[in-house]
């Protein structure tokens, strides 16, 4: 499949809710890391996954903006907004505005990668600041472990040593 209905389906598929068709996009064994609900490997864990997006959500909106594609990495900024159905902020509109990034093969999305602006997001659940404090922390420690980003980490002057490498 081309990229751009590649993504069509994509968006479709998650705002409909239909999983196994979501799942179908992808490799036997593609990845969906999602950035609230984490890694999800195999057809079938990606299908469940898109369960938790209906279970907090309704009224999904998901589009794609400006995608590149060289037939095996593509990337597309998008815009993605729902209607909350949790407890803590029921009905509350929130926007997420991000980047993905997708690994293809023969047509079929090996792994996908959101980027998102995600303090805004937080923001518009009316999460608490402690709450929001603590959800960044912990997606910082987590950017943090990843072989990708040690090498950047190690480049850290004594100053930012002392103070975990965070803005005092």
Not at 126 to 151: C, M, N, Y
Request: hydrophobic share 30%; with cysteine; net charge negative.
């Amino acid at each position: 499949m081309e990229f751009e209905p590649l993504l069509d389906k994509f968006c479709q598929t998650v705002e409909s809710g239909e999983g196994q068709a979501l799942a179908a996009l992808f490799t036997q064994n593609g990845l969906y890391d999602d950035m609230f609900y984490g890694r999800h490997e195999g057809r079938t864990a990606i299908s469940k996954m898109l369960d938790l997006f209906h279970r907090d959500g309704r009224n999904f909106l998901w589009e794609m903006i400006d995608p590149v594609n060289d037939g095996t990495i593509g990337y597309a900024r998008w815009l993605f907004s729902y209607d909350s159905r949790r407890t803590e902020n029921e009905g509350r509109r929130v926007v997420i505005e991000g980047v993905g990034c997708f690994k293809i093969e023969r047509g079929e999305i090996a792994s996908y990668a959101d980027l998102a602006r995600s303090g805004e997001c937080l923001v518009s659940l009316g999460l608490p600041q402690q709450k929001i404090s603590e959800t960044l922390e912990r997606w910082t420690t987590a950017q943090h472990a990843r072989p990708d980003v040690q090498r950047h980490l190690s480049r850290r002057s004594p100053k930012s040593r002392e103070s975990g490498g965070r803005p005092s």
